[in-house]
């Protein structure tokens, strides 16, 4: 089955520094997400990006977030000063088509931020 | 009313034995449903879509039901590798938006 690839598997990083996590969707999708979850808590919507632009946003994604697709293959997030609180897994899904009920997410294994 | 809510469990359940879920949405614009499952510190994978007319994989029995805006997962003859939180899944609005619940928890006993 083809896979959402994402790297680093774990970032560590000081407060204030800037990282960027790296995602390559499914060749054929055209439609990418951005989530995070916090050790224990929900998996949490930040963002959604398709035809180069953000489709939608959560309140969790302020102007400390921004989100990229350099090229045909790469979708990156990127923090640009860390706060403690950015600590989390966050994971990278594509999904091949909108419109269609039930067009289902398929989800990278994550990156694990950890902010010191 | 939040979003997406679902029990926590954590559900104790023996193995062979059926469990079943409700999770319930508060936007009665909703229109795609799934279930996922998550394993401890692993990426969701998804377990069902949920269609209005109920559907069936295997074991497993998901049900929607637009008028109360709950779904139902139904695991039959359960079995140690279902184990895993169950993520109640739902597009909020507009498609591009898709939510999660906290997820329910479900322990297998041998």
């Known amino acids: 089955e083809p896979e959402v690839t994402q790297t680093p598997s774990h970032q560590v990083t000081q407060m204030g520094q800037e990282v960027i996590l790296r995602c390559v969707p499914i060749s054929n999708h055209l439609y990418f997400y951005w989530y995070r979850q916090i050790l224990g808590q929900k998996v949490e919507f930040l963002v959604s990006f398709y035809n180069n632009e953000i489709s939608e946003k959560s309140e969790i994604f302020d102007d400390q977030f921004s989100v990229e697709r350099p090229d045909g293959s790469n979708f990156t997030l990127k923090i640009r000063s860390t706060k403690l609180e950015d600590s989390a897994m966050y994971f990278c899904?594509?999904?091949?088509?909108?419109?269609?009920?039930?067009?289902?997410?398929?989800f990278g294994s994550g990156t694990q931020l950890s902010v010191l | 009313r939040k979003e997406v809510e679902q029990d926590p469990g954590p559900f104790n359940v023996p193995e062979g034995a059926t469990v079943a879920f409700n999770c319930t949405y508060s936007?009665?614009?909703?229109?795609?449903f799934f279930w996922y499952r998550q394993d401890c510190r692993k990426e969701p994978k998804l377990l069902m879509s949920v269609y209005s007319s109920g559907n069936e994989d295997g074991r497993f029995t998901a049900q929607l039901n637009r008028a109360s805006q709950y779904i139902s997962l139904l695991i039959r003859d359960s079995k140690l590798s279902d184990s895993a939180t169950y993520l109640c899944v739902v597009n909020w609005g507009r498609d591009d938006k898709i939510i999660f619940g906290k997820g329910t928890r479900l322990h297998i006993l041998p």
């Open positions: 899904a594509s999904r091949a088509r909108q419109g269609i009920i039930n067009e289902k997410l398929f």
């Open positions: 936007n009665s614009a909703s229109q795609s």
